[in-house]
């Protein structure tokens, strides 16, 4: 079986072949741009992009998608990217501070859609704190202040295989919904 994989992003494409390897469902790059739509949740952003491309393709596609939510800001996180760019981590700091809640969670959906309209979708989150300084070695935008729920380090302080089995679970069980789904289960 071939799915396409609607992703340029290497993290992802490493978290998608290690579950669909398992299954021997080969993944296809989609060679072309999809315009993503703005939305309040991650869910509706990879169900847009995977039905729109599965359409285009006429084959089916897997789209996954994930948001950063700051519990006490309160803006759905799927606008956290536009937040990131203009509020340093060091504005952040003080924000969640004085708020006094430091938690967040990153929303993570995994769509796959075939141009019949069939859809099997995935949605999970991931808890999160915020540190009180960047760290790591390329804190890059808010990644040296976030650190994994119980977890001192911040994110850009491991390598991102140490990762994967958090960022793959929604492509784990879209393979074996999809495999099911083939063998008339």
């Known amino acids: 079986m071939e799915i396409y994989l609607l992703?340029?992003?290497?993290?992802?494409?490493?978290?998608?072949?290690?579950?669909?390897?398992?299954?021997?469902i080969k993944l296809l790059p989609v060679n072309k741009e999809y315009?993503?739509?703005q939305a309040e949740t991650s869910l509706e952003i990879a169900r847009?992009?995977?039905?729109?491309?599965a359409n285009d393709l006429r084959a089916p596609v897997i789209r996954e998608d994930h948001s950063l939510f700051v519990e006490s800001l309160g803006i759905p996180g799927p606008y956290m990217n536009y937040m990131e760019k203009k509020i340093l981590p060091e504005?952040?700091?003080?924000?969640?501070?004085?708020?006094?809640?430091?938690?967040?969670?990153?929303?993570v959906s995994t769509v796959y859609a075939e141009?019949?309209?069939?859809?099997?979708?995935?949605?999970?989150k991931v808890p999160i704190t915020f540190g009180k300084e960047p760290k790591g070695d390329n804190p890059k935008g808010w990644n040296g202040l976030i650190r994994l729920n119980?977890?001192?380090?911040a994110i850009t302080e491991?390598?991102?295989?140490?990762?994967?089995?958090?960022?793959?679970?929604?492509f784990e069980v879209i393979a074996r919904r999809v495999v099911d789904f083939v063998a008339g289960i």
């Open 150 to 153: 119980e977890e001192t380090r």
């Open 91 to 107: 504005l952040l700091i003080k924000l969640v501070d004085f708020l006094g809640n430091n938690r967040g969670w990153f929303e």
């Open 115 to 124: 141009p019949n309209g069939k859809v099997i979708e995935h949605t999970f």
């Open 158 to 170: 491991y390598p991102e295989q140490e990762r994967l089995h958090i960022w793959n679970q929604g």
């Open 48 to 53: 847009h992009g995977a039905q729109q491309a």
């Open 35 to 37: 315009p993503e739509i």
């Open 7 to 24: 992703t340029k992003n290497e993290g992802k494409i490493s978290a998608a072949q290690s579950v669909f390897d398992k299954y021997g």
